[in-house]
Structure formats: C-alpha cells, structure tokens
T-cell receptor, first 113, second 110 residues
C-alpha cells in the first residue's frame, strides 16, 4: 500500500536553532501534502497544506515565517521550524493525498531545549 | 471543526468485539466516513472507510446507518495491540485534508 516516510523520528535542538523535517511519498506522487501538529493528550491539528510547485496554505494562527514549507517535487515536502523555542516542542506529522485514504507518516517528535 | 462526535473512552475485554460509535449527523451526501487509529507516539493508521454500504476488511467492519447520521466501527476480536485512540472522520471524495476530532481512547484489557 501507499507509504509516507517521515524523517527524522525524533530530534532535540537548542532554542534559537532551526530544524528541518522531511516527508516523502515512497511509491506514489503527491501533489498535495498536509502537515499536522499534535500536543500531548490532544488531537492532530492541521498546520498547513503543501502544494507541489506553489506556496503552502497555512491555517489560521500558524506563522508562515516560522514554519517554512517547501514542496519542490511530487514526492517530497519539508517543514522547517525556524528559530525554535520550547513552546514549539510537539509531535509533527505529515500526510499525503492519493486515491483513497490518505496515508500518514510516522511522525517527528521535536524537543526544543 | 470536526463534524463527528465520539465517546471519550471505552474499555473492551481481550478477545471480545469492540464496537466504537460515531455520530456525524451533518454529513453531506457525497462525504465518506473514514476511520483511523493512533497508537501512542505513532502516526495515524488507516483502518477502513465507507460511503453508505457496510464495509469489511481484514482489520475491521464499518456499519453505517441508513440515514448515514452515525456509524460503528467493529473490531471483531480485540487484542491488547488494538489499544489506541480511534478517530472517525468525514471527508469529501475530491480529497482535501482530514480534520481530526478528539477520538475515542480504546483500552483493551486482559
């Protein structure tokens, strides 16, 4: 079945640095990918929609200059958390559109210290 | 906002059937019902989806009421590994993102 690979699985970074998270569709092409964030004991919240070859669409309240999204190819979208702060610590998950049910990546646990 | 409501939590004995309800009274005629589950610290895993007919696969069965205002996910023989948060989601067929509600935390007990 369709697989979405997300990397890294976890990352610890210092406050003020930037972190890049990759989301790849392994056996299909995804013109659209989605980025979610999940805080402890809460549900997934959509952050942004990533469209291949065009600018991402951000949900209300999500800072586009802080969460940079690049979708330069049909199989790769990246989310860069810039100038990370402890409050950005969360579980980040990507998904991709395809025929049928959208598959999800395994998630990235970001801890900012 | 999520268009579904689910109980916050449920318990089920190992080996017994787990029946997880979901209300989606405002579902549109072309919207599908999707079920995913999330095991702790993992990405959501697709389980099953349907439009109006009941569906069954190797993981579960989905029963959708005739008026489509509610559905039930059935895990026929729950195991400890089925302990997870189960999300019921409605989605239009043309794609778009999945909007997650709070889901049901299913605890399968020995």
């Amino acid at each position: 079945g369709a697989v979405v690979s997300q990397h890294p699985s976890w990352v610890i970074c210092k406050s003020g640095t930037s972190v890049k998270i990759e989301c790849r569709s392994l056996d299909f092409q995804a013109t659209t990918m989605f980025w979610y964030r999940q805080f402890p004991k809460q549900s997934l919240m959509l952050m942004a929609t990533s469209n291949e070859g065009s600018k991402a669409t951000y949900e209300q309240g999500v800072e586009k200059d802080k969460f940079l999204i690049n979708h330069a190819s049909l199989t790769l979208s990246t989310l860069t958390v810039t100038s990370a702060h402890p409050e950005d610590s969360s579980f980040y998950i990507c998904s991709a559109t395809r025929q049928g049910a959208p598959p999800f990546g395994s998630g990235t646990r970001l801890t900012v210290v | 906002d999520a268009k579904t409501t689910q109980p916050t939590s449920m318990d089920c004995a190992e080996g017994r059937a787990a029946n997880l309800p979901c209300n989606h009274s405002t579902i549109s005629g072309n919207e599908y019902v999707y079920w995913y589950r999330q095991i702790h610290s993992q990405g959501p895993q697709y389980i099953i989806h349907g439009l109006k007919n009941n569906e069954t696969n190797e993981m579960a069965s989905l029963i959708i009421t005739e008026d489509r205002k509610s559905s039930t996910l059935i895990l026929p023989h729950a195991t400890l590994r089925d302990t997870a948060v189960y999300y019921c989601i409605v989605r239009a067929p043309e794609g778009g993102n999945l909007i997650f509600g709070k889901g049901t935390k299913l605890s399968v007990k020995p």
